[in-house]
Structure formats: structure tokens, C-alpha cells
């Protein structure tokens, strides 16, 4: 039977572009439609955008930036607008969380917290404007020299569709405080909840033309590509698949663009068997099952040293197994339904062919009751070899790889031993070996026996395939700002 899961209200009755203060249709009329994850309907049509449309958002952001007010106001004055958005963003965020859950297929408790993270990223970026300090250096008697700080002018600024809202929150904020204007591409996959962004800006009092939005899809004469290769976008922040990085990045060269790249990872949780296993059991469960699996940050090998490695094993399956799959609308929902028919076609491809390449543990399939929609099982391999797909390849599903390690210079080479470098993840007592190990892995981030909870002052970003530059804190400010140092001999 196909499970249906409430329809938000407020639907809007179709998905527009938001160019200049209003929302607008494609300029050649063309839309594509956007699936519900748990029947796998189409639900709503959205406005495909190509290179006119995507002309028509820069021609309006430029305008907003070169004709001002927002990019010279003071600092206190855009943070007074950005605390706004994250107000109505937090008094909203039931129906955010609804909207977000109904498109995507996170559990709406998950939801829920992502969309109160957005409006915090808003006020975290408003503050830190006001609290901005820039470089002052002094030769005594010879010379004085200073850094002025600005805007860049147009941030393109495109995203992908886990976490949408929440992601998009990550860019815009501090995208605008900083006093730049920005055309968003969100992901054609989830594009509901940013149609609420229009309505937010307004109602803060964000100037018209600041903000500008184009839905569609990424290829070649679409929405993505043309922002890339627009020439009046400086900048381009980028969060989604490696491989897409790759395409940008050198879509982008002509240009010399700004790039800002956030992209996939296979991030290693290191469970030594002097760790406290039932708290490293309980976050490398939430670790790779929350949000779907759909997470950049999942840590989605677990590598277990030989002694404990039964146990953990066994631990581990019994736990996954109890994982409450549902419904996205229900509360008591732990893993909900894929964002699509494409993803879950590829999860469960990763499925089988784990299924060849190791020992399944938990999971495997279609969850009992749930016939149709984009549910998987939670699922568990034990006994993955460093050479199997599933090893090495970013699965971005509910779908865990467990491999033995005997030593501490194994456990580094195997966590070491893809391509990505995003996050990583270790329980231990041993604070000596904890602090060693997080020098010598190969991650962006690091979390000692904890979850994955961060302070936004850090700088958020991955090595290797998973990424170039960092974001979070005042990396962000310098991101989308230029430093101009002035010398004055004395
Ligand atoms: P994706 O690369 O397929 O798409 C991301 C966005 O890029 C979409 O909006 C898409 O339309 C657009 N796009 C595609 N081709 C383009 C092109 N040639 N030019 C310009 N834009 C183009 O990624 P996805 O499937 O939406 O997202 C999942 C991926 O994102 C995973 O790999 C995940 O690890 C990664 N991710 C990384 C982070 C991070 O912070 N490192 C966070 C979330 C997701």
C-alpha cells in the first residue's frame, strides 16, 4: 500500500524564480516537477531556470549592489536586518520544519533542528559584523598601514538538497551581512522551502535586489552552469558531490572566480578498545543514521579495533536494527524516506553491492510495510575490506561499512585510505593517542569522543576531495569580502 504523509499548509501553487522583489516564472515558461519521497508523486511544478533567467537575477543583484543602500550601510544596520530573518525564520520554523520534511523526507523532528541551526546561522553572522575587527599595523616612526574590508559584489551561491534550508542559511548569511548581494540556485531536487526565503527577506526589510533566487538544474545551459560562468559573479560558493566540484572548478578558471567548495565525504569513526563503547555505539549510530544518512559529515566507516570488534559488531546491528524507520510527519520517526527514486535507486545499488563485497549485519532492504516511497533499511556491513566499493565510495544513504584494525598505525592508514577528507571521528580514553591521531588523520574536522555537534566560530571545510577553503566564523566574513591594505608612510 502506498503510504501518504501530510501536505503542508501554505503550499504554494507552484515553485517561481524571485528576481528583483518578485516572483517570476521562466522566461521560456519551461518547469520540471518535483516528487514527494514518500510516494514518489509529483506534488508541485517548479520554474526551470537557464541562462536568461539566471541574466535577469545577476542584472537585478548588481544593480542592488552598485546602486546600494546595502552593501555601505553600517554593520549595526545589517545586523539589525539579519537578526529579523532569524526571528520570523525561528517563529516559522514549524512550518519550515513541515515544508522541509514534506519535500526532502527527513523525520520532522530532525527537521525542526535544522531549521532553528538557520536562523541561528543568521544571528551568528549578525553579531559577528558588529564584533568585525580588522588588521592595524604600526612601524613606529616609518609607517602605518590598515586593512579595509568590502564587499566583493555578486556571491553565486549554490546548494545542495540534504538539509536544504539549513545549508542555503549557511551561505546567505553571511553572504548578505557582510554586504554583498546573492543569486541562490537551490537544489532541483528540494527547492520548497527556499520559496519561503522571498517571504522572510521581505518581511525583515532586506532592500529589494539583495536577494534573488533561480530555481532548476545544474548541466550545461541550466540554472548552476550559467550562474558559474556568469561574468558578473565573482564568487561562487559551492556545496554538493565532488565531482560537480570538479565541473565548477574548472567552469569557473576563465573567470578566476572565488570558490568556496564543500563536497562529499566517507569519514572514518575510530573506535579504540579503550573507548567508552556504549557512548561511541550510541553517536556512530546517530552518526550515520541521522538525517538519513544523507550527511556530509556521516561518519559512514566505522573502524574497530580487533579486540572489541565482535562485540562492538553485534552491539552495533542490535542497535541499528531498533533504528525506528517512518513516515517523515511522524514525530517518532528516526530515519524517513530518501529525498528521491534517483537516490534511493543508487543507496540500494550500494546495497548490493555490498552485499558482494562484505557481511551484512542489519538491513538489506525495503523496511517491512513500506512497499512504495524511498525507504531503506538501516544497514550494516561488518568485515569490509579497504578495497571494497562500499569502502571507498560515498554511499549517502543509511549505509555503514565496519572494518577490524589491529594498531594504531593500521587504524590511521585505513581511515586515511580514501579520497575524501571531511570529517573524522575518535573514541578513546588515551588522550595522548586521541590528540596524535587527530594531528596525523587526513580530515578537515575532527570530533574526540563526541558527537557531531559544532561552535560556528570554527572553521568548517574538508581536505582532499572533500573540499578548498574553509567556511564558519570569519573565514566566512573573509570568504565573501576583499582586504585592501593601505599604507601611509609616516
Ligand atoms: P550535486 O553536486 O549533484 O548538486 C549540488 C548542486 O549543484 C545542485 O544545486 C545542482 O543543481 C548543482 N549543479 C550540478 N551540476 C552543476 C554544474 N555543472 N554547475 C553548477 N551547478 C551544478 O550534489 P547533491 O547530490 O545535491 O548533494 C549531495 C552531495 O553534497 C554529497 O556529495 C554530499 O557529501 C555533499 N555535501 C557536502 C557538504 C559539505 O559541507 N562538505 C554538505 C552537504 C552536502
Redesign the pocket.
Known amino acids: 500500500m502506498t503510504k501518504s504523509t501530510a501536505t503542508p499548509a501554505n503550499l504554494p501553487e507552484k515553485i517561481r524564480h524571485y528576481i528583483n522583489g518578485e516572483f517570476v516564472d521562466s522566461i521560456d515558461g519551461e518547469e520540471f516537477d518535483v516528487i514527494n519521497p514518500v510516494t514518489n508523486e509529483p506534488y508541485i511544478k517548479a520554474a526551470s531556470g537557464k541562462k536568461a533567467d539566471i541574466d535577469a537575477a545577476v542584472a537585478s543583484a548588481k544593480q542592488a549592489f552598485d546602486e546600494g543602500p546595502w552593501p555601505s550601510m553600517l554593520p549595526r544596520e545589517r545586523a539589525r536586518v539579519l537578526n529579523k530573518i532569524a526571528d520570523i525564520a525561528e517563529t516559522r520554523s514549524q512550518e519550515l520544519a513541515e515544508m522541509e520534511s514534506f519535500d526532502s523526507g527527513l523525520p520532522i523532528t530532525q527537521a525542526k533542528g535544522q531549521a532553528n541551526r538557520a536562523a541561528e546561522n543568521f544571528r551568528f553572522f549578525a553579531d559577528l559584523i558588529v564584533a568585525q575587527v580588522d588588521d592595524a599595523f604600526k612601524v613606529p616612526g616609518r609607517q602605518a598601514n590598515y586593512v579595509n574590508r568590502k564587499p566583493i559584489g555578486v556571491a553565486g551561491l ?6 536544504p534550508f539549513m ?1 542555503e542559511s ?1 551561505k546567505l548569511a553571511p553572504a548578505i551581512a557582510t554586504g554583498n548581494a546573492v543569486v541562490l ?5 528540494t527547492p520548497l522551502s527556499a520559496s519561503l526565503w522571498p517571504g522572510i527577506f521581505e518581511e525583515a526589510g532586506l532592500p529589494t535586489g539583495v536577494f534573488n533566487m533561480v530555481n ?5 545551459g ?4 550559467s ?2 560562468k556568469h561574468p558578473d559573479v565573482p564568487l ?1 560558493s ?8 570538479q ?2 572548478f574548472a ?1 569557473a578558471a576563465p573567470w578566476l572566480k572565488g570558490l568556496s ?5 566517507k569519514s572514518p569513526a575510530v573506535v579504540f578498545a579503550d573507548a567508552d563503547l556504549d557512548a561511541a555505539i550510541n553517536a556512530t549510530v546517530f552518526g550515520v543514521f541521522s538525517l538519513n544518512g ?5 561518519g559512514s566507516r566505522i573502524l574497530v579495533e580487533e579486540s572489541v570488534y565482535d562485540e562492538f559488531v553485534q552491539r552495533y546491528a542490535a542497535q541499528a536494527k531498533r533504528v525506528k524507520v517512518g513516515l517523515p510527519s511522524d514525530p517518532s520517526t528516526e530515519v524517513g524516506a530518501l529525498v528521491h527514486p534517483e ?1 534511493y535507486e543508487k543507496v540500494m545499488s550500494y546495497v548490493e553491492i555490498g552485499k558482494q563485497e562484505a557481511r551484512l549485519v542489519a538491513g538489506g532492504g525495503r523496511p517491512e510495510g513500506f512497499e512504495t516511497g524511498n525507504f531503506v533499511e538501516p544497514t550494516v556491513f561488518a568485515d569490509v575490506t579497504p578495497d571494497a566499493r562500499i569502502f571507498q565510495e ?1 554511499i ?1 544513504g543509511p549505509v555503514v561499512a565496519i572494518t577490524p584494525f589491529k594498531s594504531d598505525e593500521e587504524a590511521l592508514q585505513l581511515a586515511n585510505n580514501t579520497k575524501y577528507g ?1 570529517a573524522a571521528y575518535i573514541w578513546t580514553s588515551d588522550l595522548k593517542r586521541a590528540h596524535n591521531f587527530s594531528q596525523a588523520v587526513e580530515s578537515g574536522m575532527v570530533w574526540l569522543n563526541s558527537n557531531n555537534v559544532r561552535d560556528l566560530r570554527t572553521p ?3 581536505v582532499k576531495a ?2 578548498l577553503g574553509h567556511e564558519g566564523g570569519y573565514r566566512s566574513i573573509d570568504f565573501y569580502t576583499e582586504q585592501q591594505s593601505v599604507h601611509i608612510n609616516l
Do not use: Y
Request: proline share 4%; charged share 20%; glycine share 18%.
Open positions: 549554490i546548494t545542495p538538497w540534504n538539509t545549508l549557511w540556485k537551490p537544489a532541483e531536487f532548476g538544474f545544474g548541466e550545461e541550466f540554472a548552476g552552469d550562474l558559474v561562487i559551492f556545496t554538493g558531490e565532488s565531482s560537480t566540484g565541473t565548477i567552469n567548495m564543500e563536497l562529499g565525504g544523507e550527511r556530509c559529515t556521516a537516490h560515498e549517502f571531511l568548517f571545510g574538508g572533500s573540499g
